[in-house]
């Protein structure tokens, strides 16, 4: 017996042995997920710009006859800069701060286009266990580990970790105007489910319409990602991703706008107290240039036109900062 677990002992030390030394030597050979391995493109010499996104930079319109995601119409705009998306449906500022700190360390001369999706900020999103991307997650902060890195494809397969854990609530989060849960309660009501007025005014309070404190985690996480290139050759790029507020308003009134930029207006500020360059696109296209028509509720979805208007509104930002600092 003894004999049998010293072979064991010594088999399973080379292999240990063996999927360090690939971590050395070939990292992106072990397994990780799709945007993990993205990142490690996006860190070669040869990429310009690192784009994070979720599902804003790639959904079309039915009727869009330019199919082309925000990144790739970037791309056709400035052709002379290399860009390397990393999007996922549903990613949110708590993962870009984990990019962000590992692309900070390579110090190279980059820009970081980092999205913030306001809806991101609501319970729905925030709390939403399987969208805190656990196993992205564990990736991440681990991506400098030769001692765990390479063994988080077997710990993951064999469930060593608990992949959608509990997410605590954000303190201090509350509706912007009273009489609002009353119109929540109306829009829950399954007496109502066919009534689309009374549910798009749920979902339009629920998604936007409450008032977060400094430190709520997503407010939090974008603030990580600021510091994180502070001391860096890498330049981020925030930006709002626009919002359908004129649909808002339609339903809700200018109480909608005037929700949403309380909250525009906190990050905009800690964010210009990191002098880091910050777009607020929240409320800046019509109701045509959006594709959530297709599903029915409002979202952050854009068309044709949506998509080349941020395309061109990063590329300025790009340009003018290039422009002064050469």
């Given at each position: 017996?003894?004999?049998?677990?010293?072979?064991?002992?010594?088999?399973?030390?080379?292999?240990?042995?063996?999927?360090?030394?690939?971590?050395?030597?070939?990292?992106?050979?072990?397994?990780?997920?799709?945007?993990?391995?993205?990142?490690?493109?996006?860190?070669?010499?040869?990429t310009?710009?690192?784009?994070f996104?979720?599902?804003?930079?790639?959904?079309?319109?039915?009727?869009?006859?330019?199919?082309?995601?925000?990144?790739?119409?970037?791309?056709?705009?400035?052709?002379?800069?290399?860009?390397?998306?990393?999007?996922?449906?549903?990613?949110?500022?708590?993962?870009?701060?984990?990019?962000?700190?590992?692309?900070?360390?390579?110090?190279?001369?980059?820009?970081?286009?980092?999205?913030?999706n306001?809806?991101?900020?609501?319970?729905?999103?925030?709390?939403?266990?399987?969208?805190?991307?656990?196993?992205?997650?564990?990736?991440?902060?681990?991506?400098?580990?030769?001692?765990?890195?390479?063994?988080?494809?077997?710990?993951?397969?064999?469930?060593?970790?608990?992949?959608?854990?509990?997410?605590?609530?954000?303190?201090?989060?509350?509706?912007?105007?009273?009489?609002?849960?009353?119109?929540?309660?109306?829009?829950?009501?399954?007496?109502n489910?066919?009534d689309?007025?009374?549910?798009?005014?749920?979902?339009?309070?629920?998604?936007?319409l409450?008032i977060?404190?400094?430190?709520?985690?997503k407010?939090?996480?974008?603030?990580?990602?600021?510091?994180?290139?502070?001391?860096?050759?890498v330049t981020?790029?925030?930006?709002?991703t626009?919002?359908?507020?004129?649909?808002?308003?339609?339903?809700?009134?200018?109480?909608?706008?005037?929700?949403l930029?309380?909250?525009?207006?906190?990050?905009?500020?800690?964010?210009?107290?990191?002098n880091?360059?910050?777009?607020?696109l929240?409320?800046?296209?019509?109701?045509?240039?959006?594709?959530?028509?297709?599903?029915?509720?409002?979202?952050?979805?854009?068309?044709?036109?949506?998509?080349?208007?941020?395309?061109?509104?990063?590329?300025?930002?790009?340009?003018?900062?290039?422009?002064?600092?050469?």
């Amino acid at each position: 017996m003894k004999k049998l677990l010293s072979k064991l002992t010594i088999y399973f030390l080379i292999l240990a042995g063996l999927q360090i030394g690939l971590y050395f030597v070939f990292p992106q050979y072990i397994k990780a997920p799709e945007e993990v391995l993205s990142l490690r493109k996006a860190l070669s010499e040869k990429t310009n710009i690192i784009y994070f996104g979720d599902s804003t930079l790639i959904t079309t319109s039915a009727g869009d006859t330019d199919k082309r995601s925000i990144d790739t119409m970037l791309f056709s705009i400035m052709p002379q800069y290399s860009i390397q998306p990393i999007i996922h449906s549903s990613y949110h500022q708590d993962l870009f701060a984990k990019f962000s700190s590992i692309i900070a360390r390579k110090n190279k001369n980059k820009f970081v286009i980092i999205p913030i999706n306001m809806r991101s900020f609501a319970a729905a999103w925030d709390q939403n266990s399987s969208y805190q991307f656990r196993e992205h997650v564990l990736y991440l902060e681990n991506y400098y580990n030769p001692f765990v890195y390479p063994f988080l494809p077997f710990l993951v397969n064999f469930h060593y970790f608990n992949l959608y854990p509990e997410v605590p609530s954000n303190p201090d989060v509350y509706l912007c105007k009273p009489g609002y849960e009353n119109i929540l309660k109306e829009a829950n009501n399954p007496a109502n489910k066919n009534d689309f007025d009374t549910r798009m005014k749920g979902f339009l309070i629920d998604d936007y319409l409450y008032i977060f404190p400094e430190n709520h985690r997503k407010l939090t996480s974008i603030l990580s990602s600021a510091d994180s290139f502070k001391n860096s050759d890498v330049t981020p790029i925030f930006y709002f991703t626009p919002i359908d507020f004129k649909t808002g308003e339609k339903y809700l009134g200018k109480e909608f706008t005037e929700c949403l930029k309380k909250n525009t207006d906190l990050v905009v500020s800690k964010l210009k107290e990191k002098n880091v360059i910050v777009l607020d696109l929240s409320v800046s296209q019509d109701s045509k240039d959006f594709s959530w028509q297709n599903i029915g509720f409002i979202n952050e979805h854009l068309s044709e036109s949506g998509r080349m208007f941020v395309a061109q509104s990063l590329k300025n930002a790009i340009m003018s900062y290039s422009n002064e600092h050469n």
